[in-house]
């Protein structure tokens, strides 16, 4: 009970045992982030449960309820792996959410714009890079599985979080993706990489982005990669109405995952309801 501190070298240990387990690169980042985050919050002292309890709380005034339960996820992820059990803490509960904030949600107008705006900046790289992630619905670290063997077969083998599964890749993205590489010289391999030919960073994707918001008229907030796989997702969902199928497309284990994904605007569900004709 005494003495509980962490130190690097446990970090360093924890992170090793998530190797161990095949937790993707991300994941482990996500997880030393989080643990990191607090470790800096503990000062070096004795970790107690009332530690815990007020590293919580803290989260709580500063962060979303999913932040929070996600941070709370690898602090408990570190004691289990340190056998600190009785230092866990219980996640927020968290009431499934009916529809979605309009200043979060991407739409296809928008979506629309931004790749627009991409072309005017003459950056054909980043608009094929928002319109892979859209039409495929993949994750952006998953932008290295679109290849030029891949694009030409129509179809990218994508391992991510220990699950394998194949993403289509349409006829007229193909058709664009395989002339912008022709134009960049890329005979094999990754098509979305720096001058010098590694992956093209997250970050810088990100920032890329967020550069076109004001040319595109698109809020900042609604700008990022992931809001074009949930693009993606409301998209097929609005035609195919089959949550399983779409878990399967975007790599999810569990469907509750993929509900978050498929969540209408206030806006739409205030359509249905009026639609409803109940007052009399």
């Known amino acids: 009970m005494k003495g509980r501190i962490l130190t690097a070298d446990i970090i360093d240990d924890f992170r090793k045992n998530l190797e161990l387990q095949e937790k993707s690169t991300a994941t482990i980042e996500k997880y030393i982030r989080d643990v990191k985050a607090f470790s800096l919050y503990a000062k070096s002292k004795a970790i107690t449960k009332e530690t815990v309890i007020a590293y919580k709380n803290h989260l709580q005034e500063n962060y979303a309820v999913r932040s929070v339960n996600s941070m709370l996820a690898s602090i408990n992820s570190l004691f289990a792996f340190l056998n600190w059990f009785d230092l866990r803490v219980k996640s927020l509960k968290l009431q499934q959410q009916v529809f ?7 739409t296809r107008a928008e ?3 931004l790749c627009q705006a991409a072309k005017q900046k003459k950056n054909e790289r980043l608009n094929l890079i928002i319109q892979t992630i859209c039409a495929t619905g993949i994750r952006v670290s998953e932008l290295q599985y679109i290849t030029i063997e891949a694009v ?7 391992n991510c979080k220990a699950k394998t599964r194949s993403v289509f890749i349409v006829k007229e993205l193909k058709q664009k993706l395989l ?8 005979k094999n391999g990754m098509i979305f990489v720096t001058k010098s030919g590694k992956p093209i960073n997250r970050t810088n994707i990100w920032r890329e982005m967020k550069a076109l918001c004001k040319d595109a008229n698109v809020n900042p907030q609604k700008v990022f990669p992931h809001n074009l796989r949930h693009l993606f997702a409301r998209t097929f969902y609005g035609i195919e109405k089959d949550i399983a199928k779409l878990a399967d ?9 993929t509900r978050i994904y498929i969540i209408s605007t206030g806006t739409e569900h205030r359509k249905r309801m009026e639609n409803m004709h109940l007052i009399i």
């Open 111 to 113: 979506y629309k714009r």
């Open 249 to 257: 497309i975007l790599g999810h284990s569990s469907i509750n995952t």
């Open 100 to 106: 979605c904030s309009e200043e979060k949600e991407l």
């Open 179 to 186: 002339r912008y590489a022709a134009e960049q010289g890329i």
């Open 152 to 158: 030409k077969c129509g179809e990218a083998i994508v």
